[in-house]
């Protein structure tokens, strides 16, 4: 069993930045894609970003392209999701995920795909 915590989550000034982390306790992510989602409240849950299990490949919504940076560290068994120029409107629960891909390049977005799930860690940003 897959077990995945984030931590970083907090309330910030729009315009600010937040670091998220997600641990896994498996002995190592290596093999997985991971991936960043979030959701607001009365929305559905929608994709942030996403890295491959190489670490080469990333994907990311127009919505947060140029202002969030997935990275992971396997040796660490850490993904993190770097988020700059926040806005209010990236308010949410982000949640990280992990997926079992056939090989090294695959970039997983669709929430369905997804394995397993961390419990989430809260994201506000005030105006």
């Known amino acids: 069993q897959v077990q995945l915590v984030e931590s970083g989550g907090g309330l910030v000034q729009a315009g600010g930045s937040l670091r998220l982390s997600c641990a896994a306790s498996?002995?190592?992510?290596?093999?997985?894609?991971m991936g960043w989602f979030r959701q607001a409240p009365g929305k559905e849950r929608e994709f942030v970003a996403a890295i491959s299990w190489s670490g080469s490949n990333t994907k990311y919504p127009d919505s947060v392209k140029g202002r969030f940076t997935i990275s992971r560290d396997d040796a660490e068994n850490t993904v993190y999701l770097q988020m700059n120029s926040l806005k209010p409107e990236d308010t949410a629960v982000y949640y990280c995920a992990a997926a079992r891909v056939p090989n090294t390049m695959v970039v997983v977005h669709l929430r369905t795909e997804y394995n397993y799930w961390g419990q989430g860690t809260q994201v506000a940003v005030s105006s």
């Open positions: 498996i002995r190592t992510i290596a093999t997985y894609a």
